[in-house]
């Protein structure tokens, strides 16, 4: 079936470090795969995806580069704020299907 | 351009009660999601509905059913409540797969609060 794997626990960082959540996946056919973030109390938000092998989503400074060869999609930003405190979740949906897949998501604090 | 909005925003029943959640989609989109997120978890999905049919649904007993109106917004209901089903209910809406060309961006609502006393 499909699934998406997220690094267990929580992301305590201080402002301006660097941040890397890893998500690798498993997928009967030819995935998209997403990064969705969650502030408190709301929905999800799109943050980027990647449609086929080696492209690479931006946005807001976050990247994620869609890697075959080794299953994964992992979230970068070179220097976080306060403000990107969220939940960050990897999510997949196969050619022909709308049906995400969601991994179980990282609580990620930056500290001032 | 009015995003996906959903109805209510919180909501509390008591065991072996019904519920019904509602969702608009996006404006332009046809197929609405809906999918269950636990505390602390990542959202599941529970079906998709398109052109007022289901069109795909995940591992959820039948006392979750849901409807499409011809307008595209689209109703969750769940029936015999229980404890377990207390969960943020999200509501995504995209294009339909075959129009979006394989595959299509899912934009959610901010979801309603499902708390069972």
């Known amino acids: 079936g499909n699934s998406v794997t997220q690094m267990e626990g929580p992301v305590t960082l201080s402002e301006e470090a660097f941040l890397t959540i890893n998500c690798t996946y498993t997928a009967t056919g030819y995935p998209s795969l997403f990064w969705y973030v969650q502030y408190p109390g709301e929905g999800l938000q799109l943050l980027l995806k990647a449609t086929k092998a080696d492209d690479k989503g931006s946005n807001k400074g976050f990247e994620a580069t869609y890697r075959k060869e080794t299953t994964s999609f992992h979230l970068e930003k070179g220097s976080v704020q306060v403000s990107d405190s969220a939940v960050y979740f990897c999510a997949l949906s196969v050619y022909g299907n709308n049906r995400l897949a969601f991994g179980k998501g990282n609580q990620v604090v930056v500290i001032p | 351009d009015a995003g996906v909005t959903q109805s209510p925003t919180h909501l509390i029943k008591t065991r072996g009660q019904q519920v019904t959640l509602r969702c608009s989609p996006k404006s332009g989109h046809d197929t609405v999601s809906w999918y269950q997120q636990a505390l602390g978890q990542g959202p599941q999905f529970i079906f998709q509905y398109y052109e007022e049919e289901e069109r795909q649904r995940g591992n959820f007993p039948d006392r979750f059913s849901g409807h499409q109106f011809p307008n595209y917004s689209s109703e969750l209901n769940v029936n015999a409540l229980l404890l377990g089903d207390s969960a943020l209910y999200l509501c995504?809406?995209?294009?339909?797969?075959?129009?979006?060309?394989?595959?299509?961006?899912?934009?959610f609502g901010p979801g309603t609060r499902l708390t069972v006393l």
């Open positions: 995504a809406s995209s294009l339909e797969a075959g129009r979006s060309g394989g595959t299509d961006t899912q934009y």
